[in-house]
């Protein structure tokens, strides 16, 4: 027997992969100017330089995509959500109150991006419900600032990984005791290592209950506010319009959310399940930090607060 194929899961699955978020711009010869927020993008080849993305075909910027000679990839930088968040959403002018300059082709280059790309339309393909565009990149900016990334349906940041632990040889043992001593010496390595210990006891916890940690944390902050509007409850958890739809639509299908004139509030068995979470965080914590001092936790705090 056949499973169903569920659009919902296929996305959520699509969702483990990471990636980074662009505004895609471009305008038409007679001046008509459109902004999408896009993870799709990609690079193709190197000779030639060719990068591409891919639109909804239903979307209505697709005209003016097709009748634009170049559009712009916009890179977007760790602290640029509200820009991801504005250029996804319908606007009659989204280019109103925002700051621009105009490239090749007309298409706005916004500032303080992680990298832009200036490309020439190069060539349209059929991919499904989407239209993948590829474009031959003409002129870039590598700015080199952290870019925001997407993961599971919300926003995340990049953390640098430790890297792997090489096999023991003569070679590395002769700088080992050096490295050891460079790394507990570095907070930020530590405070990293920290948190990835952390996590691995605590998150399998966390999953356990069924619910991905973007659905996690929207149950726990309704729970304390009582009652969010969506777009107060997308500023609190960093997350994209069209997932946290996705997530409340699970949510309600499990009952444990209810949604009234777009304000959302916890059912009885969602306020039951958020302290089921709470519990475990709980727990958790009390695990790792009972074995300090009040004195103790109170240094710990101050130093996270002070960095």
Same mark, same amino acid.
């Given at each position: 027997?056949?499973?169903?194929?569920?659009?919902?899961?296929?996305?959520?699955? @699509?969702?483990?992969? *990471?990636?980074?978020?662009?505004?895609?711009? &471009?305008?038409?010869?007679?001046?008509?100017?459109?902004?999408?927020? &896009?993870?799709?993008? #990609?690079?193709?080849?190197?000779?030639?330089?060719?990068?591409?993305?891919?639109?909804? /075909?239903?979307?209505?910027?697709?005209?003016?995509?097709?009748?634009?000679?170049?559009?712009?990839?916009?890179?977007?930088?760790?602290?640029?959500?509200?820009?991801? #968040?504005?250029?996804?959403?319908?606007?009659?002018?989204?280019?109103?109150?925002?700051?621009? !300059?105009?490239?090749?082709?007309?298409?706005?280059?916004?500032?303080?991006?992680?990298?832009?790309?200036?490309?020439?339309?190069?060539?349209?393909?059929?991919?499904?419900?989407?239209?993948?565009?590829?474009?031959?990149?003409?002129?870039?900016?590598?700015?080199?600032?952290?870019?925001?990334?997407?993961?599971?349906?919300?926003?995340? *940041?990049?953390?640098?990984?430790?890297?792997? +632990?090489?096999?023991?040889?003569?070679?590395?043992?002769?700088?080992?005791? +050096?490295?050891?001593?460079?790394?507990?010496?570095?907070?930020?390595?530590?405070?990293?290592? &920290?948190?990835?210990?952390?996590?691995?006891?605590?998150?399998?916890?966390?999953?356990?209950?069924? @619910?991905?940690?973007?659905?996690?944390?929207?149950?726990?902050?309704?729970?304390?506010?009582?009652?969010?509007?969506?777009? !107060? @409850?997308?500023?609190?958890?960093?997350?994209?319009?069209?997932?946290?739809?996705?997530?409340?639509?699970?949510?309600?299908?499990?009952?444990?959310?209810?949604?009234?004139?777009?304000?959302?509030? @916890?059912?009885? &068995?969602?306020?039951?399940?958020? !302290?089921?979470?709470w519990k475990i965080a709980n727990d958790r914590?009390?695990?790792?930090?009972?074995?300090?001092? !009040?004195?103790?936790?109170?240094?710990?705090? /101050?130093?996270?607060?002070?960095?």
């Open positions: 027997m056949t499973t169903p194929f569920d659009p919902r899961d296929f996305r959520r699955a @699509l969702g483990n992969f *990471a990636t980074g978020v662009t505004v895609i711009t &471009a305008c038409t010869p007679e001046g008509v100017q459109t902004g999408v927020t &896009a993870n799709s993008f #990609n690079s193709v080849s190197l000779d030639p330089a060719l990068v591409l993305w891919s639109i909804m /075909k239903t979307s209505g910027s697709v005209e003016i995509f097709d009748k634009a000679t170049h559009f712009a990839v916009n890179v977007l930088a760790a602290d640029q959500i509200p820009l991801s #968040n504005h250029f996804a959403r319908p606007s009659d002018d989204k280019f109103a109150d925002i700051r621009y !300059e105009k490239g090749l082709g007309g298409a706005a280059l916004l500032p303080d991006c992680a990298a832009r790309f200036q490309c020439e339309n190069y060539q349209k393909i059929d991919g499904g419900d989407h239209w993948i565009l590829i474009g031959k990149v003409v002129a870039y900016d590598d700015i080199g600032r952290a870019p925001l990334l997407y993961h599971g349906g919300a926003y995340s *940041a990049v953390i640098p990984h430790a890297g792997v +632990k090489p096999k023991e040889s003569e070679a590395t043992d002769a700088g080992k005791a +050096k490295n050891d001593k460079r790394l507990a010496d570095n907070m930020f390595y530590q405070m990293i290592q &920290a948190v990835k210990r952390y996590q691995a006891s605590y998150q399998p916890l966390q999953l356990a209950t069924g @619910l991905r940690t973007i659905e996690a944390r929207m149950l726990l902050t309704l729970n304390d506010f009582g009652s969010l509007s969506s777009s !107060e @409850l997308e500023q609190r958890i960093g997350m994209p319009d069209h997932d946290l739809h996705a997530a409340v639509d699970t949510l309600c299908r499990k009952e444990w959310v209810t949604r009234t004139d777009n304000q959302l509030s @916890l059912t009885p &068995a969602g306020t039951e399940q958020a !302290e089921v979470l914590q009390k695990e790792v930090f009972g074995q300090f001092t !009040e004195e103790e936790l109170a240094i710990f705090r /101050k130093v996270l607060e002070a960095v």
